[in-house]
């Protein structure tokens, strides 16, 4: 008996064997057009399957008849084909309306469709950003994600900016930034990776999703995915596109006539009259048109792609030649990325390989920029020899001071990684992760004499080079297994550790041998400027994460880890951080089926984590020696006065987040809410010392933030027909964020306006509060509890007396508000005297404005209309102030020489009755009339809503591109920050703000208006 069943056995392998064949086929979208890199599998088969190629073509060889074949690609809807006793399978793929089946990285391996995402995440692909042509991340993200605020630098050309996710979760100033992982590895930021080279970008922002990342996730997580190959013939994408910009919002000046009049004012003279004899004083410059100038912004790329036979391949390379609106102001880059990847059986080896490299010039906004307010119109750029001046009146030529200063940047950047994956069982697969990188940055700053007062001074320079290595390893496994037909469960548990080493070196010259020459061997050494410094840093972490799926309705996730940091004491080294979520699709269940028409899905979630934070520096725990200090002209060593503090502990983000995501028009739109509340405990800050100490400051845990916000978003294609299509993605964030505790309940100021409190807000300016300027020496007078009084007049002019705010005449007792020791007069700035004490001093300054937004938008709509698309993308922030202090330091009057904005030029208050808002400038401000950076006067509205890019574009027919042996074609017209709305008066509301000092303009590189061309050409 045994032996026949035994021969039974064989014969029905054999059979089975006998009835393998291969299956050939060709797979088509919709329109009839080829689709390569579809995932074609054999049902419950362990075969790692095969993708179709360029010409949509696949080949793969199925175990019988029997065997059933799978196709998957994101955009499509899924599908299956029985094999039976067909050789060729030619197949049509539809478009899934739909993205609840699109793939969310969740890290380490971990993938989930998004209709199975507990957490709450964001994603944005490669489609969304072509039609915004990035050229930097900032630009590919900005408005595309609620909760995720970016703020843009991209008028300098070496510019990049910040973000930040669901709001700052720290008071230390290098903290806030979000963690990024791109191909599996972290990194500290992004800025070397090219957008072109992007699949996906997935942003994790509550503790459910980010908690896999620890003491790294506290400000969530942005993983990016880059471009791999697929299946078939090579496939070669160009594309080049060209940019012309202009200054986007040009401001006023003051004329020579109004400097003169304002002059004759202040001085009690005739001012300076134009001289014909000399031109050189006989001007009237409005220095922004010398200095800016037309901008040109290049950016050309080319990628190849392709595989086969468990091969594939991607390769991509960019240049950006960007010659921008300020003179002499430049970079050049080349961005590259390689990624080669190898499956053989259970066996799979993925190899990138990333270089960058840029060098630019960057011209100094405050000696440039700014000198165009403060440079007199009235003197030329040149001598009368024709050579460029240098300082006039103390004040420096913007034009010389950027064509002839030179801050040159030569940077590269190289990464390699190799990713080694072997399918141990089925449902058990091993990864391990190597990474190595190494950034090399170097830089020449040379300032020649003739831009010295007079032209007589020293040429100074320094030669400056930057290294920093770093290595990472992981190791984790990744399990996944169905049980019966409706429990799923998915695992991942392993470990990573990577290193840190940075060297820096800068060499400072005077006194050049000549000009021409500006290495560290043809000038004096300043020792007093040069020096080297080093730090290194580690990390090791532990971590697990368990995800249970019943039937697509209930879904549960569990994640922890295990961080340790160098950068803490030894008793303070590791942290654990941890999560759980939960999802219920109740759509899904039987009661919901009548929505079905309506409600194509609905899912509610909730999610709790806890993340860490060790941003604080690598030697706060230690105090450290510092050398290279001078005593008695000796050169010596001594401890820092920055104290170390080994008993500071890590901070703690602790989140709670609820959210909906409903789905409509079968799966076209969808529509996600999200309230989070976040809790961050033990604040890392710097604190400042008593001078007494020797110390001038130390790290500390100090108190807790707690924020809160709200988040919409819309995406989908609300109308999708033969011809036309409508594609949306919109959303809206409204943010909070408040101290909640400090230690010792002590209050601090942050910077030199921003007030740390427990109950207020982060971006707080404590300040004067300026009620306007006394029209009258009379107009200073107020009754015994300190209610203002209005001075009365005879038709002559002569005071006659009081009147209180009901109009009544009165004659009682009179107060005066004095500032500095002295009664404030006519022309004097009003004040808010807080404690009616009489006196304007410290105890008066009050919260006068916040440079955070309470609430930002992003919008997106693509139309397509045959083979035309317009895209459309507009964004904004309202809620925050911005302290103008470009504009304070203008009125400031404490040179003789700078001239006021032209407004307090013309508006100043003169005389006696004068009602203005300006003071008497005259009285400079020994009267602490002009208070800069105090005055509640130079706090603006910083809200804008900007038309942020607009995008043009027609592809040429296939039938007109495959006759010239293309695979595609097509050109665009692209225009970038082209209107906006905003009450700011300065260049642009948008800017970045380091740490805690939020929302100041001191003076930035302004933005530009671009149009442009470009192509896109596939082979």
């Known amino acids: 008996m045994r032996m026949l069943l035994l021969l039974v056995i064989l014969l029905s392998t054999a059979t089975g064997y006998s009835q393998s064949k291969k299956v050939n086929g060709t797979i088509r979208d919709g329109k009839g057009a080829p689709v390569a890199g ?132 720290t008071i230390n100033a290098e903290g806030n930034g979000p963690l990024w992982v791109i191909d599996g590895v972290l990194s500290e930021n992004g800025r070397f990776l090219n957008p072109a080279d992007i699949e996906t970008i997935d942003i994790l922002k509550d503790a459910s999703s980010a908690a896999i990342y620890g003491a790294r996730g506290a400000n969530g997580v942005i993983l990016v995915t880059t471009k791999k190959g697929k299946g078939g013939k090579p496939s070669i994408n160009l594309n080049y596109y060209h940019l012309f910009g202009k200054l986007a919002h040009k401001l006023r000046t003051t004329t020579a006539a109004e400097l003169r009049a304002y002059r004759a004012s202040r001085d009690n003279n005739s001012g300076y009259n134009a001289d014909s004899t000399n031109p050189y004083l006989n001007a009237d410059n409005d220095y922004q048109d010398l200095l800016f100038k037309t901008a040109h912004k290049q950016v050309a790329s080319v990628s190849v792609s392709g595989g086969g036979s468990g091969l594939n391949y991607y390769g991509g390379v960019t240049y950006t030649d960007d010659q921008s609106i300020v003179l002499n102001s430049w970079i050049k880059r080349v961005q590259s990325k390689i990624n080669v990847g190898y499956t053989a059986g259970k066996f799979s080896v993925t190899n990138n390989l990333s270089f960058a490299w840029e060098t630019g010039n960057t011209i100094p906004v405050g000696n440039s920029a700014k000198q165009v307010f403060e440079r007199n119109p009235w003197t030329s750029i040149y001598r009368p020899d024709g050579s460029y001046a240098s300082y006039v009146e103390s004040k420096r030529n913007p034009v010389a001071q950027a064509l002839f200063n030179r801050d040159i940047d030569n940077n590269y950047v190289v990464q390699f990684n190799t990713t080694l994956s072997y399918q141990l069982f089925k449902t058990l697969k091993y990864t391990s992760l190597f990474n190595a990188q190494l950034t090399n940055n170097t830089n020449n700053q040379f300032s020649p004499s003739s831009l010295t007062s007079g032209g007589t001074g020293d040429a100074t320079g320094s030669n400056t080079f930057e290294k920093t290595v770093n290595w990472e390893v992981q190791g984790y496994f990744n399990y996944n297994e169905k049980f019966g037909s409706k429990h799923t469960v998915a695992a991942t548990l392993g470990f990573s550790a990577d290193k840190w080493r940075n060297d820096y070196y800068t060499v400072a010259m005077s006194k050049y041998v000549t000009e021409n020459i500006n290495t560290s061997n043809a000038g004096l050494i300043d020792l007093t400027k040069t020096r080297t410094t080093a730090w290194a840093r580690s990390n090791a972490s532990f971590f697990g994460r368990v995800n249970y799926n019943y039937d697509g309705k209930y879904i549960l996730q569990g994640t922890v880890r295990r961080d340790g940091s160098s950068r803490f004491g030894a008793n303070n080294k590791w942290g654990n951080f941890f999560s759980v979520s939960a999802a219920w699709r109740f759509t899904q269940e039987k009661f919901m089926s009548w929505t079905r028409d309506v409600l194509y899905d609905g899912k509610l979630r909730y999610s709790r984590g806890r993340t860490g934070n060790d941003a604080i520096g690598n030697y706060a725990s230690y105090t450290v020696m510092s050398f290279g200090q001078y005593y008695n002209g000796q050169i010596g060593a001594g401890i820092n006065t920055t104290l170390g503090n080994n008993i500071i502990q890590w901070e703690t983000t602790s989140d709670n987040n609820y959210g909906i995501d409903l789905s409509f028009l079968k799966g076209r739109l969808t529509f996600s809410v999200d309230y989070y509340t976040k809790l961050t405990k033990d604040l890392l800050y710097r604190d400042e010392l008593a001078k007494e100490s020797g110390g001038s400051a130390v790290t500390v845990n100090v108190g807790s933030i707690r924020n809160t916000g709200l988040e919409f978003t819309v995406t989908g294609t609300p109308v999708s027909t033969k011809n036309f299509t409508w594609d949306v993605s919109a959303n809206l964030t409204f943010q909070d964020a408040r101290i909640e505790q400090l230690a010792g309940g002590a209050s601090f100021i942050a910077g030199n306006k921003w007030l740390i409190r427990e109950g207020g807000r982060l971006g707080d300016f404590y300040i004067w509060k300026n009620l306007g300027v006394y029209a009258y020496d009379q107009s200073n007078a107020y009754d015994g509890s300190w209610n203002k009084l209005n001075p009365v007049f005879d038709a002559s002019g002569a005071f006659t007396g009081y009147t209180d705010n009901t109009g009544k005449s009165y004659t009682g007792t009179i107060n005066q508000l004095k500032r500095n020791g002295i009664v404030l007069q006519g022309g004097d700035t009003e004040w808010l005297d807080v404690n009616k004490d009489g006196i304007i001093d410290e105890t008066d300054k009050v919260i006068g404005g916040n440079g955070l937004p309470t609430r930002f938008f992003g919008i997106s709509n693509t139309f397509r209309y045959k083979n035309i698309s317009l895209n459309i993308f507009i964004n904004g922030q309202f809620g925050n102030d911005i302290y103008n202090l470009v504009r304070n330091q203008q009125n400031e009057n404490r040179s003789t020489y700078t001239p006021p904005i032209w407004d307090a030029v013309l508006y100043a208050w003169r005389k006696q009755g004068d009602a203005t808002v300006y003071p008497y400038f005259n009285r400079r401000d020994d009267r602490g009339s002009i208070s800069t950076g105090y005055n509640s006067l130079y706090v603006e509205d910083g809200s804008f809503i900007r038309l942020s890019s607009v995008r043009l574009n027609y592809t040429f027919a296939p039938k007109l591109v495959n006759k010239v042996k293309l695979k595609g074609a097509s050109v665009y017209v692209y225009g970038n920050n082209l209107l906006m709305w905003t009450n700011y008066s300065w260049y642009d509301p948008e800017f970045s703000s380091r740490g805690l000092t939020i929302g100041e303009d001191g003076g930035k590189y302004p933005k530009r208006r671009e149009v442009g061309v470009g192509v896109n050409v596939n082979f």
């Open 38 to 169: 579809v995932s074609v599998k054999v049902k419950n088969s362990a075969s790692g399957g095969t993708v179709s190629d360029a010409d949509g073509k696949f080949s793969l060889t199925v175990p019988g008849p029997a065997a059933v074949l799978g196709f998957s690609f994101v955009g499509y809807l899924d599908r299956e084909e029985r094999v039976g006793d067909r050789s060729a399978i030619d197949i049509v793929l539809n478009e899934s309306a739909s993205n609840l089946e699109d793939v969310v990285v969740i890290g380490y391996g971990g993938l989930a469709k998004k209709k199975d995402a507990t957490g709450a995440t964001a994603q944005v692909n490669a489609k969304a950003i072509a039609e915004k042509n990035p050229v930097t991340l900032f630009d590919a993200l900005q408005g595309q994600a609620a909760g995720v605020l970016i703020t843009n630098d991209n008028g300098d050309p070496a510019g990049q900016g910040t973000i930040q996710i669901r709001g700052a979760s």
